[in-house]
Structure formats: C-alpha cells, structure tokens
C-alpha cells in the first residue's frame, strides 16, 4: 500500500468515526469509550494529512502557474519566488506524519518503577547509585511528576545497594524507558589520596507500571515471608515483624520491602513491584518474537550492555548508544539537560522504527 493510499485510508475513517461519535446511537459505554481513543488517536494525524494535502494542492497551482504561457510577469516572478519555500516545507512534514504513524508503545503512558541497583565498584558503586537516584528524582520533579520511594537499602556514609522508585505523570515510562542498562562512573573517590581515578558501575531498570488488570497472580503462587526490618547499623531497628519478603514460585521473582512500619503497607509496596517486574518480563518476551527477525533497536532495554559514562574530571556523560557526549555533567546529575539525551534516543528509536516499517 502507498503512503498516499495509506493516508487517503486514515482520513476516512477519521471522518467515519467523528460522524459515529456525534450521532447518539452508541448505547454502548465501552464501545464509546473503545472509539473516542481512536478518534483522539486520529486527530493529530488527520490535521497532518491536511496540511500536507493543502500544501501539495498549493504547489501544483503554482507549477500550473507557472506552466501557463498567459500568467502576466508580476505573477510569474512571485510564484517562482514562493515554490522552493513550498517544496522545502514538503519533506518535513511527511517525515512528521510518517513518526506520527510509528505504531505507540502501549506502555508510553504508564507511570514506571525505577530500580537502581550499585554494580562493581564497592562503596563508590554504591555512592554513585545514590547520585542517580537523586538524578532522576529532580528530573521528575522537574518534568512535574511524583516520586515515591519505596524501598532503600543502605550501607552507610549515603552509599547505596539498591532502590527503588514509584515514579507517575504524563508519559513517565516513554521518557524514561531508554534509561534501562548500565551505567558506568570514572571519577576520584574522596578517600582516594593519590588522585587515581575509580570506574564503578550501577545498573537502572525502568519498568511499566502494572495495573492489577494488566497481571493476574495467584495467591498459591506466593511465598511471603515477614521478619524484622533494620537500617545500616542497626538504626530504625522494629520491634515487630513488619517486614515482608514475597517470592513468585513460578518465576523466581524475589522482593523485599521494609522501609514501612506498617506489615500491610510494605506488603502493598512489594507487590506493586512485583506487578511491574512480571509484566515487564512478559512485555520483553513479547517485544524478543517480534524482534526476532530483525535488528535490535535502541532501547532494547538490555541490562547487561553498558549504555552511558559520566566522566567526572572531563565533566561530561557519553550515550555509547547514540554516541552522544554532552559536557554538561553537573546539570545532568541535577536532573536538567538529560532531555538533550533522550530526545536524541527518541529520534533514533523513531528512525529504526520507520526503516523497518519501510522493509515490511
């Protein structure tokens, strides 16, 4: 099928179901709703096309313009003046309507659960692991959206073995979603005397939220195990069994949660992870079939592969993914300029998606 087929298709059924929805003959609510999704959908996509057929229709009248013997100079001049502006407004904005027909991932607009776990590295894996945590809670803050911690482990002086993060707002997990992997650290430790330089790592996993809907768990599936939650040093020790570790027998899947002194709420807690853990498990297996056949693509979201480096002494992070270095390495760690690098594995992520919808 052409692109103009294609688009000629989009533009009847957006007219089809904006005259469905304004008739009142849909007694059906979720039939409604299921429809006006796909109308919404529709919209920005049909005002493409529309603008794309104007400005085609406004070329041809100026090449027929111009082709015409009878067209009196003044004319002719302004038309040949206003063609090229025309013709080079045209690739871009079928560029613009073809991203817009890149199928959505469904979870783009789900809320995500960070996890942030120290790799190699010791105590300074673990203090940079707590610098990333804190990077991506000011890059929520500044993109508007909450951050709640759900669960820290700490092994002291603000080092950390692993969190992990309930992040919601608008289209959190398709910003966030191309974070997962490793990301490595050069710098000098503050108790390292000869100014050596370290490299530790620590690995991000961004993970759609799962609604109870999305995952069904059996409850026979469960081992949930409570004992006695501490801190670092024996600091914040409970005197009841308020922490819940819940294992899925199917899987393997383990988590723990204690930083609540309620029982029941670090049992809500631990299973609003595990949720996001098996989904994600089975979105990846979903997302490994289809790509079976072709080429990896950008946010493949494969936690062994390293995917960024903040170099402290040079002051800058590098995307080995998009081979992107910024110099902006102390605006990055407070949370602002990372967008410069995600909208670059947006763009990319877009290209690879169009290419293989080109060789279908």
């Not at 990372?338 to 990319?348: G, N, R, S, T």
Request: charged share 30%.
């Amino acid at each position: 099928m052409s692109l103009a087929t294609k688009l000629d298709k989009i533009l009847r059924r957006h007219e089809e179901l904006r005259d469905t929805l304004s008739g009142s003959h849909l007694s059906d609510p979720s039939e409604f709703v299921k429809l006006s999704k796909e109308y919404s959908d529709l919209v920005p996509v049909a005002e493409g096309i529309t603008n794309l057929k104007n400005l085609e229709n406004e070329i041809n009248d100026l090449k027929a313009l111009l082709s015409d013997k009878s067209t009196d100079k003044d004319m002719r001049e302004l038309a040949e003046l206003e063609l090229p502006e025309l013709e080079a407004r045209l690739p871009s904005l079928e560029h613009a309507i073809k991203v817009l027909l890149i199928p959505k991932d469904a979870d783009d607009e789900r809320n995500a659960i960070l996890e942030i776990r120290a790799g190699t590295g010791g105590e300074e894996a673990g203090l940079f692991a707590s610098n990333l945590l804190r990077m991506y809670q000011r890059y929520a803050i500044n993109n508007g959206w909450k951050f709640e911690l759900l669960n820290s482990n700490e092994s002291g002086l603000g080092a950390l073995k692993e969190a992990s993060a309930s992040i919601s707002g608008k289209g959190v997990f398709s910003r966030l979603k191309f974070e997962s992997g490793v990301h490595r650290v050069q710098r000098v430790p503050e108790t390292e005397a000869s100014g050596r330089i370290h490299t530790s790592a620590a690995t991000v996993a961004v993970l759609p939220e799962a609604e109870d809907v999305d995952i069904h768990i059996d409850e026979k599936d469960l081992q949930i195990d409570v004992y006695r939650a501490s801190g670092a040093g024996g600091q914040h020790v409970n005197t009841t069994d308020s922490a819940v570790r819940i294992t899925h027998m199917p899987t393997g899947v383990v988590v723990t949660q204690q930083d609540e002194r309620s029982q029941h709420k670090n049992k809500a807690k631990a299973m609003k992870i595990l949720r996001a853990r098996l989904y994600e498990a089975e979105r990846q297996r979903k997302d490994a079939e289809r790509a079976a056949n072709r080429k990896s693509q950008v946010g493949s979201g494969d936690r062994s592969e390293r995917i960024r480096t903040y170099n402290f002494p040079q002051g800058r992070v590098t995307d080995h993914r998009v081979n992107v270095t910024l110099y902006k390495i102390q605006l990055i760690m407070e949370g602002e300029c990372l967008d410069e690098i995600i909208d670059v594995l947006i763009a990319e992520d877009q290209a690879a998606k169009l290419s293989a919808a080109g060789e279908e």
